[in-house]
T-cell receptor, first 115, second 116 residues
């Protein structure tokens, strides 16, 4: 089945850029997502990218997709202490013909931003 | 901004008891999902629901689990006889439809289930 992998931990200083990486196995994934989870909160959708795109920028967030290497990354520019959270990569596990979509998640990367 | 709400935020139960986790999806959404996250592990898909029936379920979703949309707003997950290994955070999600740009799942804050 589909597998999604992420590094577990990233530590950066405030003002630096953060890059969170993700690899996945299913090349037929159509949408790829980044969710953010703050302590005690749910999974907040940050951004997503369609598989026919290489890059998507949304304010401080830049998503890069390398379909050949099945590699997705999230770059956060000018990282702030409020960005400290767990970031989950997820891909859709769409099955052809059913129109059904489930999400397959990575383990999550804990981002710690120090002042 | 519309959001998915889940109640309770924390549920403690004894092994063997039945529990019902409740969710109110976003009002104009058509597809509903349950996921769970055992502490320290990945978020795992359990089940999806559309048009009053299950669309897809994972291996985890065995006969002990059931889902229901009892009225126009609530979406529930029932575990008939809880086991210790059911202890996890359970997330409800909803999406407008499953294709196109609106193919996005919005998650609730989760219910932490503790089975003693």
């Amino acid at each position: 089945g589909e597998d999604v992998e992420q590094s577990l931990f990233l530590s950066v200083r405030e003002g630096d850029s953060s890059v969170i990486n993700c690899t996945y196995t299913d090349s037929s994934s159509t949408y790829l997502y980044w969710y953010k989870q703050e302590p005690g909160a749910g999974l907040q959708l940050l951004t997503y990218i369609f598989s026919n795109m290489d890059m998507k920028q949304d304010q401080r967030l830049t998503v890069l997709l390398n379909k050949k290497d099945k590699h997705l990354s999230l770059r956060i520019a000018d990282t702030q202490t409020g960005d400290s959270a767990i970031y989950f990569c997820a891909v859709d596990g769409r099955r052809v013909g059913t129109g059904f979509q489930k999400l397959v998640f990575g383990t999550g990367t804990r981002l710690l931003v120090s002042p | 901004e519309p959001e998915v709400t889940q109640t309770p935020s924390h549920q403690v139960t004894q092994m063997g008891q039945e529990v019902i986790l409740r969710c109110v999806p976003i009002s104009n959404h058509l597809y509903f999902y349950w996921y769970r996250q055992i502490l320290g592990q990945k978020v795992e898909f359990l089940v999806s629901f559309y048009n009053n029936e299950i669309s897809e379920k994972s291996e985890i979703f065995d006969d002990q689990f059931s889902v229901e949309r009892p009225d126009g707003s609530n979406f529930t997950l029932k575990i008939r006889s809880t086991k210790l290994e059911d202890s996890a955070m359970y997330f409800c999600a909803s999406s407008p439809r499953t294709s196109g740009e609106k193919n996005i799942q919005y998650f609730g804050a989760g219910t932490r289930l503790s089975v003693l």
